[in-house]
């Protein structure tokens, strides 16, 4: 879940400090390459990272952090990154080309000797087949470049890009998507009318807001002649009420300060008298909690009950036994 957490700081949070560091002097790029976090060593050079920044203690940038614990592979990309610091197929200006592609068919359509031709042909079968990484520029780098241009038909009808003339590089600063979209807006702004901006400030340049209260919420004491003349031409933007600005502005985030209702009730005759509160019988009706009742306990309740009744009935039962023989000397 590293380069998740990490995509998501630097895609949402405008003010993140990328170059922040730790106790012992290490930047978020050091710990990643430290770490072996590729992912996460990929979007912070990419975000405008620090490359060539040194921790204090021994003095190694992130690269050579990364040497230095034995990960290989984050070394790998960080040189990469470094020599191609800009993927050329993320601008708008990219032509899918493979510029070897003239070379090889210039070079295909010479006229080869004979003894080129028995040379080929030897090298053919006599050479063994094993396995070759993929070359600098080959057909495979120019296959991924195509399919993630963004003329490529993958990109172009799944996403919409923003800013296709800047795309990131090592050692720039990416925008979030918070400054992405307030630059897009701004933009489309500036596109529009340009004339509409101009003449909105013509026609309200000399204007005034003023507040006329009405004839049945007007005061004495709250008429705007009464008031000083600093008051009155100040700009008037509230509704006629007489609460202040920040009670009014209310929200789901922040809902400000409640205004109490007070409500007025008549007042009791002198020979009112309140009623008691009456306490309730039952504990089901009791508003309090109550404690818990155990299981086991409720049955060893149940089964002391039955014994009392068992009791209850052989002492009955002893006392009819007892007055019947009497009964029967009568």
């Known amino acids: 879940g590293h380069i998740t957490i990490t995509n998501y700081l630097l895609n949402y949070f405008p003010g993140l400090d990328i170059e922040k560091r730790n106790v012992f002097g290490?930047?978020?790029?050091?710990?990643?390459?430290?770490?072996?976090?590729?992912e996460c060593v990929k979007a912070l050079m990419l975000a405008g990272a620090n490359v060539h920044a040194t921790d204090p203690s021994r003095g190694l940038t992130s690269w050579e952090w990364a040497c230095y614990t034995g990960r290989s592979e984050a070394a790998f990309i960080m040189q990469k990154l470094m020599d191609r610091p800009c993927p050329e197929q993320f601008c708008d200006q990219y032509k899918p080309e493979w510029p070897k592609m003239?070379?090889?068919?210039?070079?295909?359509?010479?006229?080869?000797?004979?003894?080129?031709?028995?040379?080929?042909?030897?090298?053919?079968?006599?050479?063994?087949r094993s396995f070759y990484g993929p070359e600098e520029d080959g057909v495979l780098d120019h296959m991924?470049?195509?399919?993630?241009?963004?003329?490529?038909?993958?990109?172009?009808?799944?996403c919409r890009t923003v800013c296709p003339g800047s795309p990131p590089s090592v050692g720039k600063r990416r925008l979030a998507?918070?400054?992405?979209?307030?630059?897009?807006r701004a933009e489309e702004i500036r596109s529009q009318d340009k004339d509409h901006f101009s003449s909105y400030k013509k026609l309200f340049q000399n204007s005034k807001v003023t507040l006329i209260p009405k004839k049945k919420d007007r005061r004495a004491s709250l008429q705007p002649i009464s008031l000083a003349v600093s008051q009155v031409n100040m700009v008037a933007t509230r509704k006629a009420s007489?609460?202040?600005?920040?009670?009014?502005?209310?929200?789901?985030?922040?809902?400000?300060?409640?205004?109490?209702k007070v409500r007025i009730s008549k007042a009791p005759p002198p020979t009112f008298q309140p009623e008691k509160a009456r306490r309730r019988s039952s504990a089901k009706d009791d508003p309090y909690l109550q404690i818990p009742k155990w299981r086991y306990k409720e049955l060893k309740e149940e089964r002391k009950k039955a014994e009392e009744q068992e009791k209850k009935k052989a002492a009955d039962a002893q006392k009819?036994?007892?007055?019947?023989?009497?009964?029967?000397?009568?």
């Not at 991924?144 to 799944?158: E, G, H, M, R």
């Not at 600005?245 to 300060?257: A, T």
């Open 144 to 158: 991924v470049k195509v399919t993630t241009s963004l003329s490529s038909p993958f990109i172009a009808l799944s």
């Open 177 to 184: 998507v918070q400054e992405i979209l307030r630059k897009q």
């Open 242 to 260: 007489l609460l202040p600005l920040h009670l009014l502005r209310r929200s789901s985030v922040r809902p400000g300060f409640v205004i109490p």
């Open 102 to 128: 003239k070379e090889l068919l210039a070079k295909a359509a010479e006229p080869k000797s004979c003894l080129q031709r028995i040379s080929d042909c030897v090298r053919a079968a006599v050479s063994f």
């Open 26 to 38: 290490f930047t978020a790029l050091m710990k990643s390459a430290m770490q072996g976090r590729t």
């Open 320 to 330: 009819q036994r007892q007055v019947s023989p009497a009964r029967c000397r009568t």
